[in-house]
Every structure is written in C-alpha cells, then in structure tokens.
Nanobody, 124 residues
Framework: QVQLVESGGGLVQAGGSLRLSCAAS????????MGWFRQAPGKEREFVAA????????YYSESVKGRFTISRDNAKNTVYLQMNSLKPEVTAVYYC?????????????????WGQGTQVTVSS
C-alpha cells in the first residue's frame, strides 16, 4: 500500500509561482511512475505531468509544457511540481498519483494510488 500526501497549494496572483510537493510512504518502488493531475470546478480530472522514479524521465501535457516542471527526490520519496507564470485558468485541485509500473501513462485509470489533493487558486 502507498500513501500520498500533497502540500504547497494556495492562493497566488497571476504570473506568480507555486511548488507542490507529494510525499509518498509505504511500499513504493524505484520503478514506479508518479503523476500530477488536476480538476477544475465543473470539469473532469486531467493529466498534468508524470515522472518515472528510476530514471527521471518526464512527460507533460501540452498545456503546461514550458511553464511546469516535475521532479523527484527519491531519497525523500517526494515528487514536486514547480508551476511558473501561473494563469487563472489553472485554478484547480491538484492531485498526486502513483502507478505501480514503469510505463508512463496519462490515463487516470492507469494510476493505483491517489492523494487527497491540494487547492491551487490563481487570482487575476
């Protein structure tokens, strides 16, 4: 079993930055893929970024490329999402997820474990 706890969300003005953290505990292996998803009010949850713990390979949705960066610190079992140049339209609850497989996927159903989410609000 894997537990995920997100932190770092909050209220920020447009153009600002935030760094989200996801602390993992339990039986998490180096081959796991860690992902970030988000869900805005009235919308479905969508993929944001993912990283493979073993080699650091990353994948991003087109909407965040160049502005968001996912990284990991395996020693701390923590994954980060650095978000820059924030816009009001990225306001959402951000979720961390873990996949018990080395294949990176953007599909929500491909992830086995989920955190409770952290709210990110960008004001204009």
């Amino acid at each position: 079993q894997v537990q995920l706890v997100e932190s770092g969300g909050g209220l920020v003005q447009a153009g600002g930055s935030l760094r989200l953290s996801c602390a993992a505990s339990g039986r998490i292996f180096s081959s796991y893929v860690m992902g970030w998803f988000r869900q805005a009010p009235g919308k479905e949850r969508e993929f944001v970024a993912a990283i493979r713990r073993s080699d650091g390979r990353t994948y991003y949705s087109e909407s965040v490329k160049g502005r968001f960066t996912i990284s990991r610190d395996n020693a701390k079992n923590t994954v980060y999402l650095q978000m820059n140049s924030l816009k009001p339209e990225v306001t959402a609850v951000y979720y961390c997820a873990a996949r018990g497989d080395a294949f990176i996927t953007t599909a929500e159903l491909g992830y086995d474990y989920w955190g409770q989410g952290t709210q990110v609000t960008v004001s204009s």
